[in-house]
């Protein structure tokens, strides 16, 4: 009897799970999307008209430099706040009740932004400024001799200064005078200095400056009091732009000027990026 040959049972072949759909992965890029460019949106808006960029709050290590964009603004470098000493605390820590800001004055001064020329008469004797180069910005001896005597009874302690020119031809002065308290700031010094009207000292070159109204909400900068000035028409070769804020025991002073019209945007950006470092 003759062996029939045997079969073997045909085992299937195992097959790849089947792909998912594209579909949602698109769909959820997509949707991405739209939530990203919803968020500009409404972070754009909140801002106000007239405004072209937005200030983000942060901790007190880090302070991030504003982008340029093809609004006007300049490209500066990322900002970081000088360390503080071991042991001291922020200017604005409950245990600090003076408000003394402790890092180095001369790292808090804004640095400047890319394409800039700096300005060597800033520059001091080994970064502090001599109390007659910063009276040198206002235009009248009976206010440079009010103000050096209102500098002497607040009991000023140091100047640090920083200044530059950029290539449209707009030129920044940076001044932070540090006093003993946040105190004599806010009530002896910063009053003197400011009112709602009008600056209470012409800076050069700067005719009838009123409260810049157009400077925006958003960009304030909480724990600082900012007030700002912008010179009316008609002006005479430049337009001088300036800004006054006070941050514990530090008063910063920030005047900008350029032949013809002075931009608003740089001004802005400026000022509230040298009051995040104070802040």
Do not use: C
């Amino acid at each position: 009897m003759s062996e029939q040959p045997t079969t073997e049972p045909t085992v299937p072949r195992p097959t790849a799970p089947p792909r998912p759909a594209p579909a949602p992965a698109v769909e959820r890029r997509l949707l991405r999307a739209v939530l990203r460019w919803t968020a500009a949106v409404v972070a754009f808006a909140a801002v106000g008209a007239g405004t072209a960029y937005g200030i983000t709050r942060v901790e007190r290590t880090d302070v991030p430099g504003l982008a340029t964009a093809p609004d006007g603004r300049w490209d500066y470098p990322e900002l970081t706040r000088p360390p503080l000493p071991s042991g001291s605390p922020g200017p604005f820590a409950d245990s600090n009740a003076a408000g003394a800001h402790y890092a180095d004055l001369r790292a808090l001064v804004l640095p400047a932004p890319k394409g800039a020329k700096a300005d060597p008469a800033l520059r001091g004797r080994d970064g502090w400024l001599a109390t007659g180069e910063y009276l040198a910005e206002y235009a009248l001896k009976e206010d440079r001799d009010k103000l050096r005597q209102k500098l002497v009874d607040t009991g000023l302690r140091h100047i640090a200064a920083r200044g530059w020119t950029m290539p449209d031809g707009t030129r920044t002065r940076v001044y932070l005078l540090q006093f003993g308290t946040a105190n004599v700031v806010e009530n002896e010094f910063a009053s003197d200095n400011v009112a709602y009207s009008s600056p209470g000292y012409q800076v050069r070159g700067a005719g009838a400056s009123v409260f810049d109204e157009h400077f925006p909400d958003a960009a304030t900068v909480s724990r600082t009091e900012r007030t700002a000035y912008v010179e009316t028409k008609p002006y005479g070769a430049e337009q001088v732009r300036q800004a006054y804020v006070a941050a514990g025991d530090v008063f910063a002073v920030i005047v900008q000027s350029r032949r013809g019209t002075a931009p608003a945007i740089p001004f802005q950006q400026t000022v509230t990026l040298q009051s995040q470092l104070l802040g």
